[in-house]
């Protein structure tokens, strides 16, 4: 079955340091990645994707990530973190049916000032 | 309307009981999913709708769970006999189609806790 792993449960960052969230996925077939965030009382909402093409794909906010397929990771940057990106991140793949996103367990990114 | 909308908020209710949630997905959206996010499982995929039918159902966990979706737009999620393991928040999405480049948008989700 397809699975995504993150690494880290809980990262603490100062302002203005950088940023990297691990993402590794199982499914070796042609594959569609994302990653989704979950600001403190909203909705989640989706960060980035990558479908094919290049494999650094920028978001909003300043994040980006790099589809890395020997590795099969798909790591999340942001050179220098605000406040404001304190949230829950989660990594998605969708599945081999094409429809449903099956996400990591998510990462906690909490940002002092 | 202006995103996918989730009623109740939060529901408690007692091992044993029928509950039942409700998804009113984004106007003109034909796919609805139905996610479940809990403490130490994440996010997991329940059913998805495309229109009014149901191709994929493989997340149910169990029987007591069930979903239908009617004139393709509002979406109600039962679950019969509560254990509390039901407990989690219960996410709504919605996407203009089923293509893997098609966004799904989240609502607020509903949060049962089951006593």
């Known amino acids: 079955a397809q699975s995504v792993s993150q690494h880290n449960h809980h990262v603490i960052l100062s302002e203005a340091a950088s940023l990297e969230l691990g993402c590794n996925y199982s499914?070796?077939?042609?594959?569609?990645l994302f990653w989704y965030v979950q600001y403190p009382g909203q909705h989640l909402q989706l960060l980035l994707k990558?479908?094919?093409?290049?494999?650094l794909v920028k978001g909003i906010k300043g994040f980006e990530a790099e589809f890395i397929k020997s590795k099969f990771s798909f790591n999340l940057r942001k050179p220098s973190v605000q406040w404001s990106d304190t949230a829950e991140y989660f990594c998605?793949?969708?599945?081999?049916?094409?429809?449903?996103?099956?996400f990591g367990k998510g990462t906690t990114l909490s940002v002092s000032s | 309307g202006a995103g996918v909308s989730q009623s109740p908020s939060n529901k408690v209710t007692e091992k044993g009981k029928d509950v039942e949630l409700r998804c009113d997905p984004i106007s003109g959206h034909t796919a609805l999913y139905w996610y479940r996010q809990s403490l130490g499982q994440g996010l997991e995929f329940l059913i998805y709708f495309q229109g009014n039918s149901a191709p994929d159902k493989s997340g149910l966990p169990s029987d007591r769970f069930s979903a239908e979706r009617t004139g393709g737009s509002v979406s109600t999620l039962t679950i019969q006999r509560t254990q509390q393991e039901d407990s989690a928040v219960y996410l709504c999405a919605s996407s203009f189609g089923t293509g893997r480049g098609d966004e799904q948008f989240f609502g607020p989700g509903t949060r049962l806790t089951v006593l």
């Open positions: 499914y070796g077939g042609t594959v569609n």
């Open positions: 990558y479908f094919s093409g290049d494999p």
């Open positions: 998605a793949v969708i599945g081999q049916a094409g429809t449903a996103l099956i």
